[in-house]
């Protein structure tokens, strides 16, 4: 009997061990080289989310200004005249954020509210911790709400990464009486035309991430922000060394510096702890909304001076490139 065999017939080849390694090897290089790249695009596609959310919270402050003939007041407060410290307000602490609502397609959120009560009332509050996506920067992993506390009671409040701009000075010594003011202040009611330096100039909002972690060998420091209220009684922990703690103001305001006795505090975007500055999670810098409507990306590195006139309405200085 004979056996027959075909040559054309082959046995099947498998990957050896070394090669399936080697492939193996191949597709991770890939992935370490490809990573970054799709890390760099999710990051400029949040970037770019958050430019249209400042550019929104732009249309509505202008369309609250077009009804008002005025911008909205930084915060509300009762009983204290421009001069008084934050020490001595009281409510209801509303912030501009809550007055544009029905300008950002939030009115009913807004009806929710009752402005003749303090933005403590349990009523009020229930409103105050709602998440509203276009105050929040995608890029910030804060949650959704964070705890304040005035010594008493604690109160649950709606993150947000968008502070408004309160100019140069403490919020906290002077919340009322910015020295250069800026746009949006305790109990402000400026108008375009009190912007002398011109709407291109100066900043009407710009970012704050929730925690402040620049500097190296530093604890972090919680800089949480609300589009709600300057919640009366909140004091918090500044985020600079002995510094007394900062006023409910630092919740809804931003700064570009201060002199605090022998203490000179000029910082750009991203340099410091302290929680009345301005900052994001975004790579080098933080985005700004000016008095024109225009969103622009600065550098953490701008001329502090830059800066500085940038946050103020009205000091004569002529700004270049930044």
């Known amino acids: 009997m004979s056996v027959y065999f075909d040559k054309s017939r082959r046995a099947r080849r498998g990957f050896t061990l070394i090669e399936l390694l080697v492939v193996i090897a191949i597709i991770a290089i890939l992935i370490a080289l490809l990573?970054?790249?799709?890390?760099?695009?999710?990051?400029?596609?949040?970037?770019?989310?958050?430019?249209?959310?400042?550019?929104?919270?732009?249309?509505?402050?202008?369309n609250y200004h077009d009804a008002h003939l005025v911008f909205p007041p930084g915060y509300v407060a009762g009983n204290v005249?421009?001069?008084?410290?934050?020490?001595?307000?009281?409510?209801?602490?509303?912030?501009?954020?809550?007055?544009?609502?029905?300008?950002?397609?939030?009115?009913?959120?807004?009806n929710q509210l009752n402005l003749d009560l303090d933005s403590r009332d349990?009523?009020?509050?229930?409103?105050?911790?709602?998440y509203l996506p276009t105050f929040r920067c995608p890029s910030d992993n804060a949650n959704n709400t964070f705890i304040v506390t005035d010594g008493t009671n604690n109160y649950e409040l709606a993150t947000a990464n968008y502070v408004g701009m309160y100019g140069y000075g403490s919020v906290t010594m002077a919340p009322g009486n910015p020295d250069p003011a800026g746009v949006l202040y305790r109990n402000s009611s400026v108008r375009i035309g009190d912007i002398t330096d011109g709407t291109t100039a100066t900043i009407?909002?710009?970012?704050?991430?929730?925690?402040?972690?620049?500097?190296?060998?530093a604890a972090d420091v919680q800089a949480n922000s609300t589009w709600y209220a300057a919640v009366p009684g909140v004091f918090r922990p500044a985020g600079m060394g002995t510094m007394p703690d900062e006023a409910p103001a630092s919740l809804v305001l931003?700064?570009?510096?201060?002199?605090?006795?022998?203490?000179?505090?000029?910082?750009?975007p991203n340099t410091t702890h302290h929680i009345v500055n301005f900052s994001s999670r975004h790579e080098g810098g933080a985005h700004i909304l000016l008095a024109d409507g225009s969103v622009h990306f600065i550098s953490e590195n701008i001329n502090y001076n830059t800066f500085r006139w940038l946050g103020q309405r009205s000091d004569g200085e002529v700004i270049g490139e930044f």
């Open 122 to 130: 349990p009523a009020n509050l229930v409103a105050g911790r709602t």
């Open 204 to 217: 009407l909002v710009a970012e704050r991430a929730h925690v402040h972690d620049f500097i190296p060998g």
């Open 81 to 110: 005249t421009a001069a008084d410290p934050a020490s001595a307000e009281d409510g209801s602490g509303f912030a501009w954020g809550t007055m544009i609502l029905p300008m950002m397609d939030q009115a009913s959120l807004y």
């Open 254 to 268: 931003g700064h570009v510096g201060q002199m605090m006795g022998a203490m000179t505090m000029h910082h750009p």
């Open 35 to 62: 990573l970054p790249a799709v890390q760099q695009a999710r990051e400029a596609a949040r970037r770019t989310q958050c430019k249209n959310h400042l550019k929104q919270i732009g249309l509505a402050l202008h």
